[in-house]
């Protein structure tokens, strides 16, 4: 069925480069995104790409999608305190379908 | 920016009770979403709702479940007979159907 898997933390220095990483199994996605979720609030959608792209720039966020092996990361340069919250990776086959998401990982930021 | 907003960010109920989840869709939205977030867990999808009535639901949403748009703002989550294992967080979320899907903040749910 359909899964998306993700590493549950990572820690990066302030100023770092952030990678986060995610694999799904459902080949048929058509949406793969990326949600934020600070302390206490929702989900933010932070940006999401459509199958037939490879990358995805958004300011300090670059996606990139490895379709051949259902792979995609989330880049974040120049990591700020602000950036500490748990990302989600989530897929969907068409924008009206229901989300899968994965586990979350949880971004934590050494001073 | 428009968001969905969701109401109460908290609810406590007894065991047995029922409980009415309230959200407010962005305002040109016609797609509804309802997913649940157990402690500690993913976040599931519960069910999805267009044109006044539901287009998908997944196993977790069973007869305990409904879903109704009551009016043209407001879309609820009724939830009967409580068990502790639906405490929860919950979310609402919608989409105009061209774009991405837009969730609101949440609610926390616990059962007594």
């Known amino acids: 069925g359909e899964d998306v898997e993700q590493s549950l933390f990572l820690s990066v220095r302030e100023g770092d480069s952030s990678v986060i990483n995610c694999t799904y199994t459902?080949?048929?996605?058509?949406?793969l995104y990326w949600y934020k979720q600070e302390p206490g609030a929702g989900l933010q959608l932070l940006t999401y790409i459509f199958s037939n792209m490879d990358m995805k720039q958004d300011q300090r966020l670059t996606v990139l999608l490895n379709k051949k092996d259902k792979h995609l990361s989330l880049r974040i340069a120049d990591t700020q305190t602000g950036d500490s919250a748990i990302y989600f990776c989530a897929e969907s086959m068409n924008r009206d379908d229901k989300i899968i998401f994965g586990k979350g990982t949880r971004l934590h930021i050494l001073p | 920016e428009p968001e969905v907003t969701q109401t109460p960010s908290h609810q406590v109920t007894q065991m047995g009770q029922e409980v009415i989840l309230r959200c407010v869709p962005i305002s040109n939205h016609l797609y509804f979403y309802w997913y649940r977030q157990i402690l500690g867990q993913k976040v599931e999808f519960l069910v999805s709702?267009?044109?006044?009535?539901?287009?998908?639901k997944s196993e977790i949403f069973d007869d305990q479940f409904s879903v109704e748009r009551p009016d043209g703002s407001n879309f609820t989550l009724k939830i009967r007979s409580t068990k502790l294992e639906d405490s929860a967080m919950y979310f609402c979320?919608?989409?105009?159907?061209?774009?991405?899907?837009?969730f609101g903040d949440g609610t926390r749910l616990s059962i007594l």
């Open positions: 709702f267009y044109n006044n009535e539901i287009s998908e």
């Open positions: 459902d080949s048929s996605s058509t949406y």
């Open positions: 979320a919608s989409s105009e159907g061209s774009g991405p899907q837009h």
